[in-house]
């Protein structure tokens, strides 16, 4: 990785921490959300609300937030999760309800390309590669 590109990496790391710190906007739910779920595992943001912010700005509001947990600590997740839990997906993840967002969660080792095969080596390092989409 070149210094520019470390650059870049810690600029667009503070910038999401901030995004979520932010309470004003009701990303600070979704923080809440993580400081809870954090003594289970370590969490990323995935999916396409870093996208959504780097071209629309953080007046563009995402459809969803997109979480992954490296836990292998179902149960204490799913009791973590009750009060905000819609529902199960077939994929393994589950659908939350905040009161501001509407957020998947999936457990690191659970989600699809790493369940099936199709990527190997399950961790953070290794999770860009289980999108179908290119800038996630």
Not at 4 to 15: I, K, N
Not at 95 to 121: C, E, I, M, N, Y
């Amino acid at each position: 990785m070149s210094d520019a590109a470390g650059t870049t990496d810690v600029r667009l790391e503070r910038r999401v921490r901030r995004l979520f710190a932010d309470a004003h906007k009701s990303y600070g739910e979704v923080f809440e959300l993580t400081a809870e779920l954090k003594s289970l595992g370590s969490i990323a943001v995935f999916g396409g609300v870093i996208r959504d912010w780097l071209l629309g700005g953080i007046q563009r509001l995402p459809r969803d937030v997109d979480l992954v947990i490296d836990t292998e600590k179902l149960n204490a997740l799913e009791q973590k999760l009750s009060r905000f839990l819609i529902a199960k997906n077939k994929f393994g993840g589950y659908r939350l309800a905040l009161k501001h967002w509407q957020v998947d969660l999936w457990p690191l080792a659970s989600t699809w390309a790493f369940r099936h095969g199709h990527v190997a080596g399950v961790g953070f390092s290794t999770l860009p590669r289980t999108t179908f989409l290119n800038i996630d």
